[in-house]
């Protein structure tokens, strides 16, 4: 039996039970690695603001996980802003 669901809603895909419980794993997989990247962002900026109160933080806005890792690892090491953008930008 094949479910039917819509893409961007623009158009139909229809997938076989198999591929729809891989595509809800994925699905589900993606979700856990957005909210681990949002809650390290949220503590990066948090660390940010009270290590450099006053300084823009646009340039910690859009970054990988990776990149918040290493962000966050300069911040626990109190390296200065211009170190940090020069590593990330």
């Given at each position: ?24 794993e994925w ?47 300069m911040l ?14």
């Open positions: 039996m094949e479910r039917k669901f819509k893409r961007y809603n623009r158009e139909d895909i229809l997938l076989s039970d198999e591929e729809m419980i891989e595509f809800e699905s589900k997989a993606l979700e856990r690695g957005l909210e681990r990247k949002n809650a390290k962002k949220e503590m990066v900026l948090k660390y940010f603001h009270k290590s450099y109160p006053g300084y823009n933080d646009d340039f910690l806005q859009d970054l990988t996980l990776d990149e918040y890792d290493l962000v966050f690892d626990l090491d109190s390296k200065d802003i211009e170190s940090i953008k020069k590593e990330i930008l």
